[in-house]
């Protein structure tokens, strides 16, 4: 009680409210003393007695566990108009015992008493869950994020036939701190590719490594160039703030009292988006966020969008170094390097991805060999002519090895890797497969086109 009223002492309507409040509880516990006769020897005065206490911790636990929080002063209105029923709840119990101590209640009594209470508090945690859940589902409208889980599983199956693929990133020293270190070396990376060269696998990599760490909270966005509903700032955080709120249900209260009087069907104010992100991340534990393709924004919104990100992390490191780990995706462009020349990078063109490469198409051209019946030495040239072209990209490398697998026969595939004719980069490489494509039949067109995008979204592998 002491530290309760220290912590709310310089907020007068906190203060107020727990003076008020310990007063109607004075108000509902009998006079012990008067009745100390009824509790010797009397098994059911003395539960009735421990229920009481019982009350007052359910109390005092709930009001401890709010006051710690570093929000408390912001979200006080809102967390306590939604304690106030189960308080009233606490009261209404704290006057049943003390009816029952003063009416020296008998066995049978007091058994009926005791069924009736935990039919009693079973209907209102049934009742605040519904509440809670009703709650949560229209923030979530509210926020109106992206489908990121569906984005993500679709990157992960095209990552499912070569799972090893992208190990080298994780047992980077940069990386490895960042993710695993309490205090990481820095709280920002940021991992730069050219076009094609897999850094949205990377990317679905890192974010199923981070979500292995049960302790924190992962979040994450896949952006798109041409969707409004992924290629903004306010998208992103939106999808980001649908993702951590599942982490922390305290906020929730003061989440909905923020769409009420938004007015918005759905958020798009970009500073009430920071503002509800702020407190979400100073008030959780760990968390980290992998944002992939920024460089899909344009230059305008990759730039505020980097700008708050920022900004969060140095709010969470001032308060505890390392609680929020941001991780930025995309390609090695002028006016992204400078938004995050504050960022460690990570640069494939410097730690190069070549030994996944070179699995990769050792493994396909072993399938083309079966296929066709091939001599070593034409699977050697298959072999070499497409990582000498590849300069990086998966997504060239695989499109090399989808247009020759599905050659129809043997005379076919040669004509495709003579020298002359073998497609010395990407945009020659998807024309080859764009034809194949336009070839198939109607009923097999559209699933075609559609795994075309797919591979070319996830930059190949």
């Not at 007091?110 to 935990?118: E, N, P």
């Not at 703030?241 to 922390?248: G, H, P, R």
Request: hydrophobic share 40%.
């Amino acid at each position: 009680m002491k530290f309760l009223l220290q912590v709310a002492c310089n907020f007068t309507e906190a203060f107020d409210t727990l003076v008020d409040a310990y007063e109607r509880i004075g108000e509902s516990i009998p006079l012990v003393e008067q009745y100390r006769a009824l509790f010797t020897g009397n098994s059911h005065m003395d539960g009735a007695l421990a229920k009481i206490y019982e009350d007052i911790l359910e109390f005092h636990r709930r009001d401890l566990r709010f006051f710690n929080l570093p929000t408390w002063r912001q979200i006080f209105r809102s967390v306590w108009k939604d304690f106030n029923s189960r308080f009233e709840h606490i009261l209404e119990d704290l006057r049943r015992h003390k009816d029952l101590i003063e009416s020296q209640a008998t066995a049978l009594y007091f058994k009926q008493y005791q069924v009736d209470r935990q039919m009693f508090f079973e209907k209102l945690n049934h009742l605040e869950t519904a509440e809670r859940k009703r709650k949560y589902s229209e923030v979530l409208h509210w926020f109106s994020g992206a489908d990121a889980l569906l984005d993500h599983e679709d990157i992960c199956k095209v990552r499912q036939e070569f799972p090893n693929s992208g190990g080298w990133l994780l047992k980077q020293p940069d990386y490895s701190s960042w993710r695993q270190d309490d205090v990481p070396r820095v709280s920002t990376l940021w991992l730069s590719g050219i076009p094609g060269a897999g850094k949205t696998v990377l990317a679905s990599l890192a974010i199923v490594n981070c979500k292995e760490d049960v302790s924190a909270s992962t979040a994450f966005f896949y952006c798109k160039y041409n969707d409004p509903q992924r290629n903004t700032s306010v998208a992103v955080l939106r999808t980001l703030l649908s993702q951590l709120l599942k982490y922390d249900h305290d906020l929730l209260p003061w989440c909905y009292d923020l769409y009420l009087n938004s007015g918005q069907l759905s958020l798009s104010s970009g500073d009430l988006c920071k503002e509800i992100l702020k407190a979400v991340l100073t008030n959780g534990d760990k968390t980290f966020i992998v944002v992939d393709g920024v460089d899909e924004c344009d230059k305008k919104e990759a730039k505020l969008l980097v700008s708050v990100l920022r900004d969060m992390v140095n709010a969470c490191d001032l308060q505890n170094p390392g609680k929020l780990r941001v991780m930025v995706v995309s390609q090695d462009e002028p006016d992204i390097r400078r938004n995050l020349s504050a960022f460690s990078e990570l640069s494939l063109k410097v730690i190069g991805n070549e030994g996944d490469i070179r699995r990769f198409v050792d493994a396909w051209c072993g399938k083309i060999q079966d296929k066709f019946k091939l001599e070593e030495e034409e699977r050697g040239y298959i072999f070499e002519s497409t990582c000498h072209r590849a300069n990086g990209m998966f997504l060239f490398v695989k499109l090399i090895m989808i247009n020759l697998y599905d050659q129809v026969c043997l005379m076919d595939l040669r004509e495709q890797i003579r020298p002359e004719k073998f497609p010395p980069g990407l945009k020659e490489a998807y024309e080859r497969i764009v034809d194949r494509i336009n070839l198939r039949p109607p009923t097999e067109l559209s699933i075609a086109r559609k795994v075309l995008r797919l591979m070319t979204c996830a930059g190949g592998l």
